[in-house]
C-alpha cells in the first residue's frame, strides 16, 4: 500500500497539471471500494486545476469550480500520466483528460476509491475528520505521542500503524522508524520513557523525508504517475532483510496483528 512518501511523491508528480483544463472525463467502473460518484465527477469538466495536496495518504486535487477530487491509493491503485492518445491499459477505471495530457486511476486489487466533495468542506469528510496528526506536522510532537502511548497496552508498533494517532506511517515505514529509533516493536506503548518517544518523533521524520527524497519505495505495485520508480527500498535497513545481519546482529521477522515485522533484537531494545 502506497504510505505517505509515495502519496507525496505522486502529489509532486501531478503538479504538472495545475493549470490545466478538464476536457472530459472516461468512467470505466462504477465500484471501486466505494461506488464512484460518476455523475458529481463529471462537474469537473470545464474547469481548471488549481492545486494538488496531500493530507496522510490521501491526493486532494482543487477545481475552480470549488469541487475536490479525494483519492486514496488503497493497496495497488496509481495515478498515471500519459499522453492523451495512449492506450486504455487493463484496470484503468477513470480517465481524466486535458488538451495534450490524460491523469488516470488504475487499480488492480480495487481497494482504493475516488471521491469528490466541495472544497470547503474536506475536513469534514468522515474518513478525513478521524484522522490523527499528519507524522510530518509540527504539531505531531513528543509531548502529542506521549499523551497517546504513555497508558497504552497497545505494542508501540501498532500506535504507529493507527491513522487515528499518527496519519501516514504504514507498515513498511513503522519497521524503519523503529530501527533508527533503537526501539523494539515488540514494546508497548507504557513502557517507553518520555525521551523514547521524542527519539521515535525526530526517527519518523528523518525516515519519512529521506523517502521522499528517494521517491518513495517500489517493493510491490508503486509508481510514481511519470512512470518513475522509487528508490528508497534500497536504503532498507530491516524491512524485508530477515535472516540478513546488520552491524553483526541478525534481522528477525514477526507477525504483529497480522502485519510482518522486522527487527533487530539485539540493537532495538
Known sequence: MPELPEVETTVKSLNILKNKKVISVDIHSKKLRYSVPHLKIKKIINYRIINIKRIS??????????????????????????????????????????????????????FGFVDIVNSDKI?????????????LDKNFSEDYLYDKTCKSEVLIKQILLNQHIVAGIGNIYASEILYDAKI????????????????????????????????????????????????????????GRDGSKIRGHEIKKEVLYGRSTFFCPQIQK
Do not use: C, E
Not at 515488540?186 to 525526530?202: A, F, H, N, P, V
Open 184 to 239: 523494539s516493536p515488540l514494546r508497548k506503548g507504557s513502557s517507553l520513557k518520555k525521551y523514547q518517544i521524542g527519539t521515535i518523533i525526530k526517527s519518523t521524520r528523518k525516515i519519512l523525508k529521506k523517502a521522499i527524497k528517494y521517491g518513495g519505495s517500489s517493493i510491490n505495485d508503486y509508481v510514481a504517475p511519470d512512470g518513475t520508480l522509487g528508490n528508497f527500498q534500497n536504503s532498507f535497513k530491516v524491512y
Open 123 to 135: 475536513n469534514n469528510i468522515k474518513y478525513i475528520k478521524k484522522l490523527g496528526k499528519d507524522a
Open 57 to 110: 495518504k490521501y491526493v486532494i486535487i482543487d477545481f475552480a469550480n470549488l469541487k475536490s477530487i479525494i483519492t486514496h491509493l488503497g493497496m495497488s491503485g496509481r495515478l498515471r500520466i500519459t499522453t492523451i492518445n495512449s492506450a486504455i491499459k487493463k484496470h484503468d477505471h477513470i480517465v481524466i483528460k486535458f488538451k495534450n495530457l490524460k491523469l488516470t486511476y488504475n487499480d488492480p486489487r480495487r
